[in-house]
């Protein structure tokens, strides 16, 4: 396979990953509807920004580390899932604030852009699951005559390319119908599915086994 097919076969894969609903296009969503086009970028950025680190990570043969230590992914499967626990509470206990206490936090939004970035920055590395992704499925697209690190930050760019284009469009859509779910009761609807979301990733990662 040379590296023309490998990126083509890479982003096919990628690519029905990428519009898989999951925890990244909740976060996404939540993201953009309260807090605006700004912060959703952020978030973005930041959960790409991981996937890349991820992928060169593999490349290099070091998040292989990851797949063979049981002790290193246990570690970060809970640092995971307690992060994630943490954030879906969080959100659910916003979601407790009262019409006025609501309508005054929709003046402004949720957070600076650091920390919007940050979120998804933090989402993504301690996802395990990210990891052992990268390390099984990397080495089936590398070409023999790549260098590893080279390759796999290549490969992991063209994740991060097909998530950005598709977080455009989720970021667009949200823009068309922000004016109407911006209301206090579906702002706070919003909360709790999303937290509940989060929750449920965060227990479902918490439960699962290497």
């Not at 080495?139 to 796999?152: E, K, S």
């Amino acid at each position: 396979m040379d590296v023309q097919a490998s990126i083509a076969s890479f982003a096919v894969v990628v690519g029905f990953l990428t519009i898989t609903p999951g925890l990244d296009t909740a976060l996404i969503l939540r993201t953009s509807l309260l807090s605006g086009r700004g912060h959703a970028w952020a978030v973005v950025l930041g959960i790409q920004a991981g996937t890349l680190l991820w992928g060169t990570l593999a490349g290099a043969g070091l998040a292989a580390l990851l797949a063979a230590s049981s002790l290193a992914y246990e570690i970060l499967r809970w640092a995971g899932a307690a992060y994630l626990v943490w954030m879906g509470v969080r959100m659910l206990w916003q979601s407790r604030r009262s019409g006025e206490e609501e309508a005054a936090e929709a003046e402004r939004p949720r957070g600076g852009r650091w920390q919007a970035f940050r979120r998804g920055l933090l989402t993504n590395l301690l996802n395990p699951k990210v990891g052992v992704f990268y390390v099984a499925m990397l080495p089936q697209f590398m070409p023999h005559d790549a260098p590893p690190a080279l390759m796999g930050t290549l490969l992991a760019g063209v994740h991060v390319g097909e998530g950005l284009l598709w977080s455009a469009l989720l970021i667009g859509f949200t823009g068309l119908v922000r004016g109407w779910l911006r209301r206090p009761s579906v702002r706070r609807g919003i909360d709790r599915l999303t937290g509940l979301i989060v929750v449920g990733f965060g227990l479902r990662l918490a439960v699962q086994q290497s």
